[in-house]
């Protein structure tokens, strides 16, 4: 029996239109398996639509989706909306998957909706999500799992960019919450420091300063979970045409890749293994892909995408044809975990009913 399968996309977010190309690409896929595909668009005004015309991304040029039917996420699936925002009709949901790029759209807010409203979630879970969002957050959990990341500190005040230059120039820095590079400055002395740094905190209210390797490689590894076992993708080296991995180097066509990357076969094995030994110890769920800065033979784990662009499909498939069987994959692996969850124990304690009827009642004085 098909599934109908929820693919909510955009967000309150920089990264809302990155988001529709995600978020498009992937239903498309769904629906070219035979999967019944309720689209949902989330608008950075916080508007969620709903339609057949979401699947074309076309109609997300000059506005053109909010022609589209105003939808709400409720208990066990969709509510389509009519124009004067009453219910038009119930859609139930089978399993959702969140494109959502930046915001709460990746850093949990979306996976506590669909589990407050009884929806399986093929993607990242709640914690992993609220964490790798931010990079400091990220920097800490890495920590605590004895993960090599690169010197760094955190600050939330302009005041206290200074703490910076312990770590010596150059150094990269990086608004914490946000992803796509937008933010990201190279600063090579004091001036250009202040500047990148009340640049950042125009997009966030904490900023992350690392340490710049001149001799960095920038790598990227995608992961899934499926049938017991992590899968990983190859190893991808990403070129920059600057000093960092530029919004235009992702997105723009500035940059080029390498798949799989030129490395020795024991760096890959070194990266991969690492990559589902995080994945794995954090129990993870959806697809993620890890960032890495190589430096010679020293591997530092620099970010983590819990929404990765495009679903890193190009890691894990020759194409979009290709990509259907992965993303069944973890779906299916989704409706499992629901299942098992589903059938833990939840407990009333009745301990209501013991309560005095007056307990709750502000005595007069």
């Known amino acids: 029996m098909k599934k109908t399968i929820a693919v909510i996309f955009g967000g309150v977010s920089n990264e809302n239109e990155i988001s529709v190309i995600t978020g498009t690409m992937a239903s498309n896929v769904l629906k070219s398996g035979g999967g019944q595909v309720v689209p949902l668009y989330l608008s950075q005004q916080g508007e969620l639509y709903t339609g057949e015309g979401l699947l074309d991304i076309n109609n997300f040029k000059d506005g053109g989706y909010e022609k589209s039917p105003k939808a709400s996420i409720t208990r066990g699936g969709v509510f389509e909306l009519n124009k004067r925002g009453k219910v038009k009709r119930f859609i139930k949901v089978d399993v959702a998957l969140n494109c959502c790029h930046g915001g709460l759209g990746e850093g949990g807010g979306v996976c506590g909706l669909f589990a407050l409203c009884g929806i399986p979630l093929a993607s990242a879970g709640m914690f992993e999500s609220a964490a790798f969002m931010d990079k400091y957050f990220t920097k800490l959990v890495l920590g605590s799992l004895g993960v090599k990341v690169a010197p760094y500190v955190y600050f939330r005040s302009v005041n206290d ?154 890691l894990l498939s020759n194409g979009f ?26 407990l009333c304690t009745g301990i209501l009913n013991a309560l005095p009827s007056d307990s709750s009642k502000i005595g007069k004085k």
């Open 161 to 314: 960019a200074l703490c910076a230059e312990e770590l010596g120039y150059p150094v990269i820095v990086k608004p914490a919450k946000l992803g796509s590079s937008i933010g990201i400055a190279r600063a090579d002395d004091r001036e250009s420091l202040m500047q990148a740094v009340e640049a950042a905190f125009f997009y966030d209210d904490g900023v992350l300063v690392e340490k710049y390797f001149s001799d960095r490689r920038e790598i990227n590894c995608a992961a899934y979970f499926s049938d017991g076992k992590v899968i990983t993708s190859e190893c991808e080296e990403a070129f920059t045409k600057g000093d960092i991995l530029s919004y235009d180097d992702k997105y723009a066509g500035g940059g080029k890749s390498q798949l799989p990357a030129d490395i020795p076969a024991e760096l890959s094995d070194k990266i991969r293994s690492l990559t589902a030994e995080v994945y794995s110890r954090l129990n993870m769920r959806g697809i993620v892909r890890f960032d890495y800065i190589l430096c010679g033979n020293e591997v530092y784990l620099s970010e983590i995408n819990t929404v990765p662009g495009s679903l890193s499909y190009y």
């Open 321 to 346: 044809k290709d990509f259907y069987p992965v993303l069944q994959a973890v779906i299916v692996q989704a409706l499992d975990d629901w299942q098992r969850a589903a059938d833990k124990k939840v």
